[in-house]
C-alpha cells in the first residue's frame, strides 16, 4: 500500500528574491559576446564626429571655391559669426532657452500620458477595443493641422505651443509601449503569477521590466518628434525660440542665420537624446 505524498509546494512571497531573480531574467545565459573595436568608445566618438568634419570641409570648400554662391550658401565662419552678434545682444542664449523648456514641458506631459493610455490599451482587452480606434485615427492627424484648433482655444501662448508639442510626444510613447505590453510574453506571466505576483506587483516585477527596452525606445522617438513640433509651432505663432529665428531670418533674408538656427536645433536634438541615452543604459543594467 502506497503513502500519500503530502503537497510540499510553497507560495513564495511577491517580492521575494527569487521572484525578483526571475523577473530580471537571472539565471539565463548571460555570457556577453565579445565587444569588437566598433564598440570601443573612442572609435564611436570619433567616428561619429568624422561625416560632420567631412560635411564642414565640403562647404568650406564650395563656399570659398565660387562653386555656390556665398548669398545661398554662407561660409562657415559667416554662421558662426552671426552666432556671435546674436549672442553678444543677448538674444540667442534667449531663443534657446525658450524652446528647450518648451520642448521639455512638452516632452514631459505627452510622455506620461502617453504611458497612462499605453497601459490602459495595452494591459486591459476593453481599453483596447474602447480606445485604439480613435487614438490610430487621430494620430493620422497632420501636426500642422492642430495649430488653428489650438490658437482658437488657447490663444497664441505658452499653451498651446506646449500642448502641440505633447501631442507629438504623445504618439511615439503611446504606439511603442501599447505594442510592447501587449506581445509581452504570457509564459512570463504566469510563471510570474506563480510566485505570487499579481496587479501592480506583477507589473512592476515582469511586466514592465519587459517592456524597459520598448519604453525607452518611445521616449527617444518622442524627444525627437517634440523637436519638430517645436518648429511647427514657434514658425506658425511665436515672438521667440528658434522657429521664430527660422522665421524671421527667412524674411530678412539671412541665409547665416537660417542655417545657424538648424545646426543648433541639431546639437540641441543631439544633446538630449544622448542625455535620453545615457538613462537608458542605467535602466537597462538595472532592470535587465
Known amino acids: 500500500m502506497s503513502a500519500s505524498i503530502p503537497d510540499q509546494r ?3 512571497p ?3 528574491r527569487e521572484a525578483r531573480e526571475f523577473a530580471a531574467g537571472r539565471g539565463r545565459n548571460t555570457d556577453a559576446a565579445p565587444r569588437g573595436p566598433w564598440s570601443r568608445p573612442g572609435v564611436r566618438l570619433i567616428g561619429g ?3 560632420p568634419v567631412v560635411i564642414l570641409v565640403a562647404w568650406q570648400i564650395a563656399t570659398t571655391s565660387g562653386l555656390v554662391p556665398t548669398y545661398r550658401l554662407p561660409t562657415p565662419a559667416s554662421v558662426f559669426t552671426a552666432g556671435v552678434e ?3 545682444r543677448g538674444q540667442l542664449w534667449t531663443h534657446i532657452a525658450i524652446s528647450v523648456q518648451r520642448v521639455l514641458l512638452g516632452f514631459a506631459i505627452g510622455s506620461l ?3 497612462a493610455i499605453a497601459a490602459i490599451v495595452g494591459l486591459s482587452k476593453l481599453g483596447d477595443v474602447l480606445l485604439s480606434p480613435t487614438l490610430a485615427a487621430l494620430r493620422a492627424v497632420p501636426s500642422l493641422a492642430w495649430v488653428p484648433l489650438l490658437i482658437l482655444w488657447m ?3 505658452e499653451e498651446s505651443k506646449v500642448t502641440l508639442i505633447a501631442i507629438g510626444a504623445f504618439f511615439p510613447v503611446y504606439t511603442t509601449v501599447a505594442d510592447a505590453l501587449r506581445h509581452v510574453d504570457p509564459h512570463l506571466v504566469e510563471a510570474g503569477r506563480s510566485f505570487s505576483l499579481r496587479g501592480w506587483s506583477l507589473f512592476r516585477t515582469v511586466q514592465l521590466p519587459a517592456v524597459i527596452p ?3 525606445s518611445g521616449l527617444r522617438l518622442a524627444l ?3 523637436w519638430l513640433f517645436l518648429v511647427a509651432a514657434e514658425l506658425i505663432a511665436s515672438s521667440m525660440g528658434l522657429g521664430f529665428l527660422l522665421d524671421d531670418s527667412q524674411n530678412n533674408g539671412r541665409v547665416d542665420r537660417i542655417l545657424l538656427a538648424i545646426v543648433l536645433l541639431a546639437l540641441l536634438g543631439t544633446i538630449t537624446n544622448a542625455i535620453l541615452g545615457f538613462i537608458e543604459r542605467r535602466l537597462l543594467k538595472r532592470w535587465t
Do not use: F, P, Y
Open 10 to 12: 510553497v507560495t513564495v
Open 86 to 88: 546674436l549672442a553678444e
Open 49 to 51: 564626429l568624422l561625416v
Open 214 to 216: 520598448s519604453v525607452m
Open 155 to 157: 490663444q497664441i501662448g
Open 113 to 115: 500620458i502617453g504611458l
Open 14 to 16: 511577491a517580492d521575494s
Open 224 to 226: 525627437a518628434q517634440s
